[in-house]
């Protein structure tokens, strides 16, 4: 049952425009929870191996709620002096809707609480996930879902932004003038991010799928119809797929992550390759698969635009480097508790200096959000944030590098799909910030269950040990 629910949070927070909307996040959050308390004591159980990672995520969590309490003025003045120059100029209310004499950290407490679910969601995945594959015989059957789900997912939007590229889900269509809607979501980038979680782990259960199936030499009838049969092939076709349309988004952030997680699942599997054969025909289907993707999704000419734009030294009043540098001011005067997390749109009313009109919004630019999820933790979380946040991020790392490399199982490649997933998302937030989006949250919610679940032993099963694997000695009778 926890993992139906967990299938079903992953396909709703897609199809629940991505998380886009507050009544679809709260749905969403309630779907969790639901999942999570199917069996309490599992999912939340913080044992030795992973407990620096859990209380991490736990203070998080406390972190951004401390943020939405009602404090005494006092403590609030004196923790984060600048706040009311952005209450003032964002509300009428500078309290934020508590009783005088009474201030929240944040600037806005319900952008606060909205972001503090969206955390949640994402940590409430995580647990649930890593809960569900640790109980055993459901890592297989949830990641033949995941391919499909996303390959269907890949298809529609590939058919979207032929027949109405300008909607969201063939239903809603962005007022932003600017927007660039695929998929589920109304920024490209963010879906971009979206397939980068999904692509690692599919292409690490199709390594597994070959490598539990693989093709006898000698035997082409035989292996063609093994191979057939067992889903090699459309979880191929699936890879290539959601690759393919993952660059046919342009989103450069999303490519070069892409990269790193192609770098750092080729350095975590190098030594399983070196112990394992690789066959002639499934080495020439990967390079024939990799061609036909350049063939029919990159877009060559766009893509040297938008690679010669990123190293174009003129810096605009709009380019990420102005954005970082005018948001420089919000991390020092914010450093300790932060303008509140989901707040630096309103901190920017009051510090950002460029004043360009853009003609396609006809409107101002108003610099929304930091373009690297790293100093949008500063500025909105200050050290109180970021501390957590960071050690979240340590532990994770590092109890992932020691999950890798302790797995001897054939499902070895997902995990590192999933670590490689976590990377590319992690070199893609320096530029992007698609971890706000509740459908990314689950994702990398999944993706961390997945790199750090642990195979719990069956009740009744008997341990495994050297005297069981070794054969009887052979007793030799003399004449």
């Not at 995945?125 to 459901?138: E, M, V």
């Not at 932004?161 to 660039?180: I, Q």
């Not at 599919?202 to 292996?223: C, L, T």
């Amino acid at each position: 049952m926890q993992r139906l629910l967990l299938v079903l949070l992953v396909a709703a927070s897609y199809l629940l425009f991505a998380g886009g909307t507050p009544w679809s996040l709260w749905v969403l959050l309630a779907l969790a929870l639901g999942a999570a308390l199917i069996s309490p004591r599992r999912t939340f159980a913080i044992t030795g191996r992973w407990r620096s990672l859990d209380l991490g995520l736990v203070a998080l969590l406390a972190a951004i709620a401390l943020q939405a309490l009602p404090l005494p003025v006092s403590i609030v003045q004196t923790l984060s002096p600048h706040r009311s120059r952005i209450a003032e100029a964002t509300q009428l209310d500078p309290f934020g809707g508590t009783a005088p004499g009474w201030a929240s950290l944040s600037v806005d407490p319900e952008a606060t609480l909205i972001a503090l679910a969206t955390v949640a969601l994402g940590v409430l995945t995580f647990w649930t996930s890593r809960a569900t594959f640790s109980a055993g015989g459901s890592t297989r059957s949830f990641c033949r879902a995941l391919t499909f789900m996303a390959t269907a997912f890949a298809v529609a939007a590939l058919i979207q932004k032929a027949v109405s590229p300008r909607s969201v889900l063939f239903m809603l269509e962005p007022e932003v003038r600017s927007a660039s809607p695929m998929g589920a979501f109304v920024n490209r980038n963010h879906f971009g991010g979206w397939l980068l979680m999904v692509a690692p782990p599919v292409a690490g259960y199709f390594v597994a799928r070959s490598k539990i199936h693989p093709m006898r030499r000698g035997r082409w009838r035989e292996s063609i119809g093994q191979v057939m049969s067992s889903g090699i092939v459309f979880t191929a076709v699936a890879v290539m797929l959601i690759v393919g349309v993952l660059l046919l988004t342009l989103s450069r952030s999303a490519l070069a992550g892409l990269g790193v997680a192609a770098v750092v699942a080729w350095r975590l599997g190098r030594p399983r390759m070196n112990t394992e054969r690789t066959n002639l025909p499934g080495t020439l289907a990967v390079i024939g698969g990799v061609l036909l993707i350049v063939v029919l999704f990159v877009d060559v000419d766009r893509w040297a635009t938008r690679i010669t734009q990123s190293f174009d030294t003129t810096t605009t009043a709009t380019s990420r480097t102005a954005i970082w540098r005018e948001s420089m001011p919000i991390a020092k005067d914010f450093w300790l508790t932060g303008t509140g997390a989901g707040t630096f749109s309103d901190a920017m009313i009051v510090y950002q200096e460029s004043r360009v009109w853009v003609g396609a919004m006809r409107r101002w630019a108003h610099f929304n959000n930091a373009h690297s999820h790293y100093l949008q933790v500063l500025c909105e979380g200050g050290l109180l944030v970021a501390l957590p946040a960071l050690w979240s991020l340590i532990a994770l790392a590092l109890l992932g590098y020691r999950a890798v490399h302790s797995d001897k199982g054939e499902m070895f490649w997902v995990r590192v799909g999933a670590a490689g997933g976590l990377a590319g998302m992690a070199a893609q937030s320096v530029w992007e910030i698609s971890l706000i989006m509740p459908a990314n949250a689950v994702l990398a919610g999944v993706a961390g269950g997945l790199l750090l679940y642990r195979r719990e032993h069956k009740p009744g099963a008997a341990p495994v040990t050297p005297e069981l694997l070794t054969p009887p000695p052979v007793r030799v009778r003399m004449a």
